[in-house]
C-alpha cells in the first residue's frame, strides 16, 4: 500500500507537469512512514513547516555567490545538524535537510538556476503535495476498514508459499 501511495503521488506530480516531479514522492514515503495515524499527522506538519522555514534558509544560501569549496562546506555543516537532531526532533532536522537536499540536487547548476524564489516555491509546492498523499495513504493504511476492504484483494496478489514440510 505504501508503494502504491508513492507512486500515485508521482503519477500526480507528472500529471500536473511539475519541475521537479521526484520531491514529491520523495515527501510522501516521508510522511507515509509513520507508525501510526498519529505519527503520520505529526510528520506531515513538521516536513510542511520544516520545510517552509528550510526555504528561507535555502533562500539566503542560494542568494550567496558559491564557490565549489562553500558548497561544499555548507553541505558538510548541514549534514552534521542533520545527523545531530533528526532523531531528537524530526520538524528541526526538516529546515536543514530542506537546503541540503537543494544543494546536492542543484549544486552542478547553481549558477544556471532559475530565481531562487521560483526554485524555493517550487519545492515547497511539491513537498506539500507529497505530504498531502502521504496523509491519505496514512489514514487508509491505518483504517481498519480500509485494510478490512482491501487486505484480501492485495493478498490475492502475493505469490502463493509452498508448503513447509516438518522433519
Do not use: K
Not at 515527501?27 to 520544516?50: E, F, K, M, P, T
Not at 558538510?76 to 530542506?98: D, P
Not at 537543494?102 to 507529497?130: C, H, K, W, Y
Amino acid at each position: 500500500m505504501i508503494g502504491a501511495f508513492v507512486a500515485l503521488s508521482l503519477v500526480l506530480a507528472q500529471a500536473l507537469q511539475l519541475d521537479r516531479p521526484y520531491w514529491v514522492p520523495i515527501s510522501c514515503l516521508a510522511v507515509i512512514q509513520g507508525a501510526s495515524l498519529r505519527a503520520v499527522w505529526n510528520r506531515q506538519l513538521q516536513r510542511v513547516l520544516g520545510t517552509a522555514a528550510g526555504m528561507v534558509l535555502a533562500w539566503g544560501m542560494l542568494s550567496l555567490s558559491l564557490s565549489p569549496w562553500s558548497i561544499a562546506l555548507l553541505v558538510f555543516v548541514l549534514v552534521f545538524i542533520i545527523e545531530s537532531t533528526v532523531v531528537r526532533h524530526y520538524g528541526f532536522a526538516v529546515i536543514f535537510i530542506t537546503p541540503l537536499t537543494i544543494l546536492l540536487a542543484e549544486a552542478a547548476m547553481l549558477d544556471q538556476l532559475p530565481a531562487a524564489a521560483e526554485l524555493i516555491q517550487s519545492r515547497f509546492n511539491d513537498t506539500v503535495l507529497g505530504c498531502l498523499v502521504g496523509l491519505v495513504g496514512g489514514i487508509c493504511l491505518h483504517s481498519r476498514h480500509f485494510r478490512a476492504l482491501l487486505g484480501p484483494l492485495l493478498r490475492r496478489l502475493l505469490p502463493s508459499r509452498p508448503a513447509q514440510h516438518d522433519t
